[in-house]
C-alpha cells in the first residue's frame, strides 16, 4: 500500500491516507483563506510524520490555488511555527 492525498470537498477535509490509516485536516474555505480547524491522525500514525505530510500538502494546494491559511487547529499552528518556509501562507 501507498499514501494517497486528496480534497474531500464535500466534507471540506483534505486527506491523506497511508497503509489503509487516515490522517485529515478540517477546513472552511472563506474569502481566500483556507481555515483550518482541525488535524487529526489514525491512532497508528501518529509520531510518524503523517500528519506533517499532510500539511506539506495542504501547504502545497494553498500555494497553487493563491489561498491564505489561518490555523485555529493548535497542531496546524505549531507545525506552520516550526515551517518557517511557509510563513508567506499565513493569513
Given at each position: 500500500m501507498g499514501t494517497t492525498f486528496q480534497?474531500?470537498?464535500a466534507r471540506s477535509r483534505f486527506e491523506l491516507?497511508?497503509?489503509?490509516?487516515?490522517?485529515?485536516a478540517d477546513y472552511r474555505r472563506r474569502d481566500g483563506m483556507l481555515v483550518i480547524t482541525h488535524v487529526e491522525a489514525d491512532p497508528a500514525l501518529r509520531g510518524r510524520g503523517a500528519?506533517?505530510?499532510?500539511m506539506e500538502e495542504l501547504t502545497r494546494v494553498a500555494r497553487r490555488d493563491g489561498l491564505k491559511l489561518r490555523p485555529f487547529c493548535s497542531y496546524a499552528a505549531a507545525w506552520l511555527r516550526r515551517h518557517r518556509e511557509h510563513q508567506d501562507l499565513l493569513a
Open positions: 480534497d474531500a470537498a491516507e497511508e497503509d489503509g490509516k487516515l490522517v485529515f500528519a506533517g505530510r499532510l
